[in-house]
């Protein structure tokens, strides 16, 4: 028998993406969020969802683009930096000890030290109730080579992404693979 919780999302684990801007006067920014995902495959696009309280969202906004940047679990510290700090208040790119790039196609910086950099131009703004989501499609993808096969998409257990469970507040790896889309239930 399942046990009824209410209407709630906090049970769901969600991406841990840092999203990169410019501030108004140019300062690179960057801030975890984790109410985000694909949204859409052709094109190709992605979702966040910020509260207009965040520094970035003013960003995003003025810029019209975002980065996302995918850190690897072996940063978690340092994403979850990006999470607790504002960037009114701090350089948290200087104080978590990594490197802004300037994007080669839209005006927002990425991490440096982060193997996956998604560059985003804003599509669609939907206000939703507590957060307002910014739908922006992909420009370009970019990837360390240290996290590619010789051929085909980036390693995932290479990549290192983690999740955010809401629910406890905690962080966990994306485990191992455990077999191949699309053919798997093709045995039942």
Known sequence: M?????????????????????DKDGKPNA????????????????AVSLRKATYTYGSIVARRC??????PASYAKQA????????????K???????????????????????????CELRHTVEI?????????IMDAKVDERVLPQSGPPD??????FVFSPDCNTYHRIG????????????I
Request: proline content about 8%; hydrophobic content about 45%; charged content about 20%.
């Open 66 to 71: 975002y980065t996302v940047s995918i850190p």
């Open 156 to 161: 995932v257990e290479k990549l290192e992404p």
């Open 129 to 137: 109730g507590l957060h307002t989501q910014f739908i922006a499609e």
């Open 176 to 187: 191992e693979r455990i077999g191949e889309a699309f053919s798997m239930g093709k045995e």
């Open 93 to 119: 790119f200087a104080s978590a000890g990594l490197t802004p790039v300037r994007s080669d196609l839209v005006d927002a910086p990425y991490v440096e030290e982060f193997p996956l950099v998604l560059e």
């Open 2 to 22: 399942k046990k009824s919780l209410g209407a709630r999302i906090a049970i769901l684990p969600t991406p841990v993406w840092i999203v990169g801007t410019y």
């Open 31 to 46: 801030m975890a969020a984790a109410w985000a995902g694909v949204c859409c495959s052709k094109p190709p696009c992605v």
């Open 80 to 91: 979850d930096y990006f999470g607790i700090a504002s960037g009114r208040h701090v350089d």
